[in-house]
């Protein structure tokens, strides 16, 4: 005989971009999926204010991690999200930026492909897109840089190599994320590789956010700049970029002793 259980349907998880903290650089599609969300995974970063667009209908759930120490083990995320979508629910997964960048969200994907569990990714506002906002700078430009890198200072595995020898050619633009920590590390290894260590490198904290910090720097001084600057919250380091103003004032000074 069929029961008159009602039928339990499968959830879905959006992950959505909930950009640099500026509650006015959410997308609309973010906003909507946050009307639709029973629940919403946000991580440590994500501003109060988007927190409390975020949370207008939904209930919220911290499983930020701090640093190198995860405070929360991704499969123990992984296996929250499944849990919530099996029992029904509209999740959104809030992830600050973009997602799809330095967001562990291929492991979080995989959990839910495996589940048979549907979901979307909606795009956000990447920190480097609004640092170099913050400094009046292009992320490329004709005839200084072609190309862009997006790294990070660290991996799971500790400090992260990367293809130094290409980053110290003249004209070369990289956005550090995570680059507090590694600041030194980063320095020694691209002056090891020949980057002028006049190279201008500038740290954008807490990009879009009403204490945002811009400190202009050259690569030389980076590790002492850090040293003093105490800087506590999120900064993005551009290597190769100077704000607008200081590129120009140091251009002038060029020509002016040419
Ligand atoms: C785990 S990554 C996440 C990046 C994020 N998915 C994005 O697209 O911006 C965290 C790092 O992003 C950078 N970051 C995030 N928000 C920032 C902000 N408002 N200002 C400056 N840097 C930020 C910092 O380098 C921080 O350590």
Redesign the pocket.
């Known amino acids: 005989m069929q029961g008159s259980q009602p039928q339990r349907t499968t959830g879905h998880v959006d992950f959505v971009?909930a950009?640099?903290?500026d509650p006015e650089l959410l997308t609309l599609k973010a906003l909507a999926a946050f009307g639709r969300a029973d629940v919403v995974l946000h991580?440590r970063?994500i501003?109060p204010e988007v927190l409390s667009l975020a949370g207008q209908s939904a209930d919220l759930v911290d499983v930020g991690?701090k640093g190198f120490g995860p405070s929360w083990k991704q499969q123990d995320i992984d296996a929250l999200l499944v849990k919530y979508a099996q029992d029904g629910a509209r999740v959104v997964r809030l992830?600050?930026?973009?997602?799809?960048?330095?967001?562990?969200l291929d492991e979080e994907i995989d959990a839910l492909d495996a589940a048979g569990i549907s979901w979307a990714i909606i795009p956000?506002?990447?920190?480097?897109?609004?640092?170099v906002a913050a400094i009046g700078q292009s992320l490329t430009r004709r005839g200084r840089n072609a190309s862009v890198r997006l790294l990070?200072?660290h991996d799971m595995k500790g400090f992260a190599d990367h293809d130094w020898t290409a980053l110290a050619r003249p004209g070369a633009v990289a956005a550090?994320?995570?680059?507090?920590k590694s600041a030194r590390f980063i320095q020694g290894r691209l002056l090891m590789h020949g980057a002028d260590g006049a190279t201008p490198v500038t740290l954008?904290?807490?990009?879009?956010?009403p204490d945002?910090r811009v400190v202009a720097t050259t690569l030389d001084s980076l590790s002492d700049t850090l040293a003093t600057a105490g800087m506590d919250?999120?900064?993005?380091?551009f290597y190769g970029l100077a704000p607008r103003d200081a590129a120009r004032a140091a251009t002038e000074l060029k020509e002016e002793l040419a």
Do not use: C
């Open positions: 971009g950009g640099p903290g991580d970063l501003s991690k992830k600050s930026g973009d997602a799809t960048v330095f967001g562990r956000g506002i990447t920190a480097a897109s609004a640092a990070t200072g550090i994320y995570m680059g507090k954008v904290e807490n990009a879009s956010r945002q919250g999120p900064a993005l380091t």
